[in-house]
Structure formats: structure tokens, C-alpha cells
């Protein structure tokens, strides 16, 4: 295996993971397989997958002598709040490119991040081509007036990041020795990739939450880099993945009936908040895999939360928990 890049503690580790009895025959498995890989509770920034991605890439950010983080995301970026929570912890600046127009009261995340003291700045209607641009125009800017910067991927998705999620792999055969299936939301693939790469393709299942236009590509591209750099054995990236896309519903960040379901059933039988962009995508997609057993009900199964709580506060959802909003606008989290 090639060498381990260095990594800047931000997150508590190992995460637990817990038991869901309840959850488990809702859903059509026995009770006893069913686990919950508690990533929303990563410690840093209120928690989620992006604490594991980030230590890997602030590393290297402070190795560039980098005092200012950018990146971006939609307008309840969690990716951005997390990168803004990094950058606070390590004494570095932080700028945010979000697409949408800037809400007449700050919510979840935003919120969040005016607590922070993040300069927040608002691309409009745009899709992740012009949002990439947009970051690249001000990251000149900024470099131009003497700032040293250090351009953090959408969701913290590359090669680099996928390694956290190698490492919360790694952790889960600790956990849960016999685990045959680990289910995750997948938004901009670093997760699914370093999950992957750990375990083999034949036990991940990535649902996905309809946040790029091909997960597929891109957690390949992130896969056959972590092969070329030795970090991951060919035998276990090299095989099809295993990627959902039957809950996507009408697009990315509107919740589906389906998903709806999943996030009060979370709460009400386990006391488990998901978010309704990714988690609650996710945990249907895992109900229609049992339905159409390509998850057996007694295959010992993992279910990993990733965290978002902070995005619900900012959704349609919490205006109307009893129906399911025909519009919810814009971008929502900025990918898992």
C-alpha cells in the first residue's frame, strides 16, 4: 500500500455504532441486523461525514501554509458549514460560494455559519460548472490581495478526502466483523469511494440523492485514483458498483414520499433524527433493497448516518411534516 498522507485531528473517533431492533423489522430484517454507524456524530461543527474528508485535506492545506479555506455548496451546504467549523478550529479564515440568492432570514446551516463569522457569497441560479468557476474567480481574487488559499472540492470529494471514509471502512470491521451489506447515501461520492475501498464493492450500496449528474464517474474516478496511489487493493475497487437511483424522486433536495416515511420512522421507532437531502434518501433506499431482496432479511446490515440535522431546520419539511412540498428550490447540501 502506498504512503498514508498526514491527517489534522478535527473529529472523535471511532464513531459508535448502535443497534436498531426496531428500525430493522420495519424495514423487513430481523432485528438483530441492523446497525447505525453514528457519523452524524463526528464531534466538530454539529457532526457529519465531512469531519472524516476534512482532516485529510486541511492537512494538506496547512502543509501548503494556507490561511484561508474556500469552497462551496447549495444554500444548506453541510460541506460548507463543516469546512467553516475546520477552519475556525485551525485558526484559518473561511469563504463559502453557495448557489441560490441570499434568504431574507439566515436558517440551519446559514445560520450556523454567520455564527462562525463565514463570508458567505451568493452565486445565484447556478450549476456546479459555474459554481466551480465562480470559487476559481474569487480564489484569484483573493490570492491577488496576498491571501495564501486553499480551494476545498465540492463536498470535500477527491481522492484525497475518499480516505476518511477508507478509514470509517476500516473501522466497521471492527465494529461489525460479519457486516454483508453497508448502505450510504451518495451525493458527491467521496464517501461511497472510500467506503469502497475499504470493503469491496460487493458490500457497499450507495443510494443516490440526485446531487451530480453521474455518481457513477465519479466515484470510479476516485476509485481507480486510490488504486493508482496504492491506498486500495484492484480486487476490491474493480468490481461494478452497487448505486441506486430509485429515490432521487423528482430531483435533488425534494423529498420523496418514500424518504418522508424513512425520516419519521428513524425518529419514531429509534429516537434517530435523518436529514430529508441524503439520510432519509438513503435508509428508503435501503427499504426498497429488502423488498426486492437484494438485501437478504437476515444479512447483517449497516446503515451509515451521515449526519445533515442542521440542513432540516433550513427545509420545507419542518414547514409542512405532514405533506411532501411540490417545490423546495435550489441545492441543498453540497454531496456526501
Not at 147 to 171: F, K, M, Q, T, W
Not at 249 to 260: N, Q, S, V
Not at 279 to 288: D, E, F, H, I, R
Request: some cysteine; hydrophobic content about 40%; aromatic content about 4%.
Amino acid at each position: 500500500m502506498g504512503a498514508v498522507p498526514d491527517r489534522v485531528p478535527l473529529g472523535s473517533w471511532p464513531t459508535p455504532v448502535e443497534r436498531a431492533p426496531r428500525l430493522a423489522e420495519r424495514l423487513g430484517l430481523d432485528p438483530a441486523c441492523l446497525w447505525i454507524k453514528r457519523d452524524d456524530l463526528t464531534g466538530l461543527g454539529a457532526g457529519g461525514n465531512k469531519v472524516r474528508k476534512l482532516e485529510y485535506l486541511c492537512a494538506a492545506a496547512l502543509e501548503s501554509g494556507a490561511t484561508l479555506l474556500i469552497t462551496s455548496g447549495g444554500a444548506q451546504s453541510n460541506h460548507a458549514r463543516l469546512t467553516a467549523a475546520a477552519a475556525c478550529r485551525l485558526g484559518l479564515d473561511c469563504v463559502v460560494v453557495l448557489a441560490g440568492e441570499r434568504p431574507p432570514v439566515p436558517s440551519g446551516n446559514l445560520a450556523l455559519e454567520e455564527m462562525m463569522g463565514t463570508r458567505v457569497i451568493w452565486a445565484g441560479p447556478v450549476g456546479d460548472d459555474e459554481l466551480d468557476r465562480q470559487v476559481e474567480v474569487v480564489a484569484g481574487e483573493l490570492r491577488r490581495s496576498g491571501r495564501c488559499v486553499e480551494v476545498i472540492p465540492l463536498g470535500g470529494s477527491n481522492a484525497l478526502g475518499a480516505r476518511g471514509y477508507l478509514d470509517c471502512g476500516n473501522e466497521l470491521v471492527d465494529q461489525v466483523p460479519d457486516l454483508r451489506h453497508v448502505v450510504v447515501a451518495v451525493g458527491s461520492g467521496g464517501t461511497m469511494a472510500g467506503l469502497v475501498a475499504a470493503l469491496g464493492s460487493d458490500r457497499v450500496l450507495g443510494i443516490d440523492a440526485g446531487a451530480v449528474p453521474d455518481p457513477e464517474a465519479r466515484v470510479r474516478s476516485m476509485l481507480d485514483e486510490l488504486s493508482a496511489q496504492g491506498a486500495a487493493a484492484p480486487a476490491r475497487t474493480g468490481g461494478p458498483l452497487r448505486l441506486r437511483d430509485d429515490q432521487v424522486g423528482p430531483g435533488y433536495t425534494i423529498l420523496t414520499p418514500e424518504a418522508r416515511d424513512a425520516l419519521i420512522d428513524a425518529a419514531q421507532l429509534e429516537g434517530i433524527f435523518l436529514d430529508p437531502v441524503y439520510t432519509a434518501k438513503a435508509l428508503s433506499g435501503l427499504a426498497a433493497a429488502v423488498r426486492d431482496g437484494s438485501i437478504g432479511h437476515d444479512e447483517p446490515t449497516v446503515f451509515v448516518h451521515t449526519g445533515g440535522l442542521p440542513g432540516l431546520f433550513g427545509h420545507a419539511f419542518l414547514r409542512d411534516p405532514h405533506g411532501v412540498p411540490a417545490d423546495q428550490g435550489g441545492r441543498a447540501s453540497g454531496g456526501d
